[in-house]
Every structure is written in structure tokens, then in C-alpha cells.
């Protein structure tokens, strides 16, 4: 039985390393599959900290470039309706030059007139008709006035130039 017994405690101490090893071997694939786990979840963790850094980075620019398209309309608008209310001055004062000049032309015709009936005499200052010429354009004047005491408006038809 000793020699049994003997043998029996070689072979059990024999196996006892051998287990020992694989324990061993098992206990330190065990510690670099978990020093791998922590790594890659590191390395993820980074990752999604990376990636939501990154959509913070772009929502701030994209609040960003909103505000600014919002100015971009507001004064975008502005001017538009700046410009349209110069054109629609600018279409009154044409009208209103369109008149003036016809009333010019008008009063060039009367002088025009004066002069061939006077003979030339209304350079003189005598109309041949007891009045001078300052009395009957002052007379003309006070008529147009009198006439004409609304400001100058354009027709519809004036405002297309």
C-alpha cells in the first residue's frame, strides 16, 4: 500500500501542477480577456463621448447659421421694402416732372402767344390791351392757383414709365 499510496501522491501532485498550469494559463487568458473588455469599453466609451461632442459641435452650428439666416431675412426684407418705397416715390416724382413739364410747355405756348398778338410788344411790357405783362401773368398765376391748390398726384396711367 505505501508504494501505492507513493505513487498514487506523485501522480496526484503530478496533476495537481498540471491543473495548476491550466488554472494557471485559464486564470491569465481570463485577465487579458478582461483587460480587453475594459479596454474596449474605454475606448467605446471615448468613442460615443467623441460622437456627441461631435453633434454638439454641429447643433451649435447649425443654431448658429439659423440666427444668421434669420438676420440675412430681416434685412434682406428691410431693403426689399426700402426699394419699394423708392419706386413708388420715384413713380409719384415722375409723374409729377411728367406735369411740371407739361405745364411748362403750356406757359412757354402762352408766352409764345403773347409775343405774335403784342408784336413783340410784350418784351416791352404793354399788351396792347391796357394791361402789362406783369398783371396778366400774375393774373394767369392766380387762376392756375386758384385752379390747382391740390399737391400734384400721378394718374394710374402716369405710374408706368
Not at 36 to 48: G, L
Amino acid at each position: 500500500m505505501a508504494s501505492s499510496s507513493g505513487s498514487g501522491t506523485s501522480s496526484g501532485s503530478s496533476g495537481f501542477q498540471n491543473s495548476g498550469s491550466e488554472e494557471d494559463l485559464q486564470h491569465l487568458m481570463d485577465q487579458r480577456k478582461r483587460k480587453r473588455m475594459i479596454s474596449n469599453r474605454e475606448s467605446a466609451r471615448r468613442s460615443r463621448m467623441r460622437k456627441q461632442k461631435h453633434i454638439d459641435d454641429l447643433m451649435a452650428q447649425v443654431a448658429e447659421l439659423r440666427k444668421e439666416n434669420n438676420q440675412i431675412i430681416t434685412s434682406m426684407n428691410v431693403t426689399t421694402q426700402q426699394y419699394l418705397n423708392v419706386e413708388a416715390e420715384n413713380s409719384v416724382l415722375r409723374a409729377q416732372v411728367a406735369e411740371l413739364s407739361h405745364r411748362l410747355q403750356s406757359l412757354n405756348e402762352i408766352i409764345e402767344f403773347l409775343n405774335v398778338c403784342t408784336g413783340g410788344l410784350a418784351a416791352e411790357g404793354s399788351y396792347g390791351f391796357g394791361e402789362s405783362a406783369d398783371g396778366f401773368l400774375n393774373n394767369y398765376w392766380n387762376h392756375l392757383y386758384l385752379n390747382q391748390q391740390q399737391p400734384l398726384m400721378p394718374s394710374a396711367n402716369m405710374l408706368h414709365y
